[in-house]
């Protein structure tokens, strides 16, 4: 059972546009939202998070959209750069039932073209 | 001043083999936590330690085992490897997870792990 089904599953994108990559959930139990970056060879780190108490986090170019009565969410990147090619994971947990460790999506390969 | 970390960064053993990855962390975090992601990239949890107390076991096989001598180390400890188990294995680690906490997981470099 994939609790957070993430798409797409690859994304090609021209430098200066807008990258858009969608996550849905299916644990309504879920309160913590974090995208993770991944480069090559290096572990995942976290760029920005959202809880389900606002619908919109914006961190420069990086902006969390989120839908709680369709249980989605999804991140933007507005004025994509070469740099930002790497993968992507949305995730979940529910922090108030302990140690809960993450639920990832699948991920997104993204590739900014120069 | 790495804030997690493994060891080692490879480890390349024989079906069968027991080997150890080891992980550090010096943030002061309570929890830590072990992942797996496959060949296509799929990250899934392993096991999470808060407070020396094993807190999450998912369907792992129980020749997987987590030891955690401190706050600081959780290691994870692989008996009898089988080819499946080639994949890369990333330690973390997360401040108290009281609820309204934001459970921001810190991730190490990882381990690739191959199995002959």
């Known amino acids: 059972q994939q609790q957070v089904k993430q798409s797409p599953q690859s994304l090609i994108v021209q430098k200066g546009g807008i990258s858009i990559i969608n996550c849905a959930y299916e644990?309504?139990?879920?309160?913590?939202f974090p995208w993770y970056q991944q480069f090559p060879g290096k572990g995942p780190a976290l760029l920005i998070a959202?809880?389900?108490?606002?619908s919109e986090k914006k961190e420069g170019r990086f902006t969390i959209s989120f839908n709680k009565s369709a249980k989605q969410f999804s991140l933007h990147i507005m004025d994509s750069q070469p740099g930002d090619s790497a993968t992507y994971f949305c995730a979940a947990s529910n922090t108030g039932g302990g140690a809960d460790g993450l639920t990832f999506g699948k991920g997104t390969h993204l590739i900014i073209q120069p | 001043d790495t804030a997690v970390s493994q060891t080692p960064k490879y480890l390349v053993t024989q079906m069968g083999n027991d080997k150890s990855i080891k992980c550090e962390q010096n943030?002061?975090?309570?929890?830590m936590y072990w992942y797996k992601q496959d060949s296509k990239k799929f990250l899934k949890i392993m096991f999470s330690?808060?407070?020396?107390?094993?807190?999450i076991n998912e369907t792992v096989p129980n020749r997987f085992s987590p030891k955690s001598p401190d706050k600081a180390h959780l290691n994870l400890h692989i008996n009898s490897l089988e080819l499946g188990d080639s994949a890369v294995y990333f330690c973390a680690s997360s401040r108290d997870f009281s609820g309204g906490s934001t459970n921001e997981q810190f991730f190490g470099p990882g381990t690739r792990l191959t199995v002959l």
């Open positions: 943030l002061g975090h309570d929890t």
């Open positions: 959202i809880r389900p108490d606002v």
């Open positions: 644990n309504t139990a879920f309160d913590y």
């Open positions: 330690y808060n407070n020396k107390e094993l807190i």
